[in-house]
């Protein structure tokens, strides 16, 4: 999933990945996306900026991933990165 719809989701695409337009602080934009998803990698680093987007993520993969078949994956951030 991108935010935008640019050259590096073509890259994406280009190296064969299945590339949807989304945003992961809106509930209702990540059930669109992951609508019909069988599989999911999620990886962000952890940060006071990005918890709402993890939280959503997981919230929306828990109901919306038919086999458990998610996967949330985090670190903490760089401090000045």
């Known amino acids: 999933m991108v935010r935008n719809e640019d050259d590096r989701a073509q890259a994406l695409r280009d190296m064969g990945?299945?590339?949807?337009v989304g945003n992961l602080l809106d509930l209702d934009s990540m059930h669109e996306v992951i609508?019909?998803?069988e599989t999911m990698y999620?990886?962000?680093s952890v940060s006071a900026d990005y918890l709402a987007a993890t939280v959503n993520?997981?919230?929306v993969a828990k109901n919306g991933i038919s086999g458990n078949r998610a996967r949330l994956a985090s670190r903490p951030?760089?401090?000045?990165r």
């Open 17 to 20: 990945a299945e590339v949807v």
């Open 35 to 37: 609508d019909g998803c």
């Open 42 to 44: 999620f990886g962000m």
């Open 57 to 59: 993520t997981a919230a």
């Open 77 to 80: 951030s760089r401090v000045g």
